[in-house]
């Protein structure tokens, strides 16, 4: 089946028609998140649905490529498009209080991961995404001893080296903006199927791949110079560096198992609407991360 | 207000019906979302100027910041707005006039 990407109302296997005649009739009550979705992804002027039909059946459209091609591009087009995510404009070259921003929204982003992904793990019936979950959680939160720390604990070494205690960190709860993203990926991770909770978080993990500059993003999550030389903490290397390592493997491995296993014609655009519905989340958290770096300029 | 966008008082889109008294004009938005940050936006604008109304308003850019021009009598103020996914403010910026 489909399903709106707004909402995730599950509508009927390619029917565009009914997709459209329920996004005009949420738009015309004024419903932010499909008003939304039409704005940037159809047409900014209100239409009939019949002619949005067609603009549908191209936006679901993989052309001649795979899922995993389509999820790159439109997630390419979101983040690293000409005109960037203004938080990967400001994570070029790091202020203090764009990394602190990062870091106090980033732990609560990052404890509901471990959820929606065990959420995966609880519902697949296939060893292999197990086997990739745990060693994700692993990496992401839960360490491999004290050489190999979690993602999460370098997250918040990187606050310290800046000045602000982890109790601090730990003791701040999230920005209404950002605990509004993570109940809608609690939603999908408990309601969604597996495969389209896989694709929604895993694909996440683009962000930080720096391969995407290959197939067309303008420009990569930060610039890799601040890796060398003294414009950031040592600590703050050690984060950065880690999910640049980390997540072109992590965001290509995962949606090959999207690939793999969500290609059945009615899961495959289940899979496509719960990532068109996560980037949008993944784009007001992002900006919630700068909401809270204003808090630490002077 | 002197607007240059007929349709949603912030975001131009025709999408949505909702229509609201902001200054007391009643006027088109497309969502919540876009009346809270024109509501915001209008506060923060007579709040910075101490301006008792604005007569006209200019707006461009769109939801990854906007550069506006206000207007009241002979006086101009210019400035960068971007707001949060729940239309609150996140950043604001004084232009130079010119
Ligand atoms: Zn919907
Ligand atoms: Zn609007």
Known sequence: MTQCPACRLPLGEGDYLAL???LVDRADASDSPHVRWLNQNLARQRTDPADLVGGLRKVYDLGSGTIKDWIKSKFISKFFGANPHPFVV???HPSRSTLLGYVVEHQHFLRQWVRSCSFIMARTDQPSVVLY???NLNTEFGGFGP???SHYELLLRMGESLDLARSQVLATPPLPATRAALEEWNEIATREHWVAVLAAMHSLELIA???LVDVGASVRYFDPAILRGSEITDASKNFLREGYEADVGHSDEALALVAQFGTRPDLLEEVQS???RSIDLFDDYLLARLERATQFEA | MKRNYSGCAICDSTWGNLWEDVEGERMFFCCDVCLTQFRRLVDRVKRETGWSAIEALEIEGDRRGRRCLAASGEARFRFRIAFNSLGEI????RLAVG
């Open chain 1, 133 to 135: 979950e745990l060693d």
């Open chain 1, 90 to 92: 400001a994570l070029q």
């Open chain 1, 209 to 211: 791949n720096r391969n």
């Open chain 2, 90 to 93: 996140r950043a604001f910026e």
């Open chain 1, 20 to 22: 459209a005649i329920h």
């Open chain 1, 274 to 276: 719960t990532f068109l």
């Open chain 1, 147 to 149: 050489s190999r720390v």
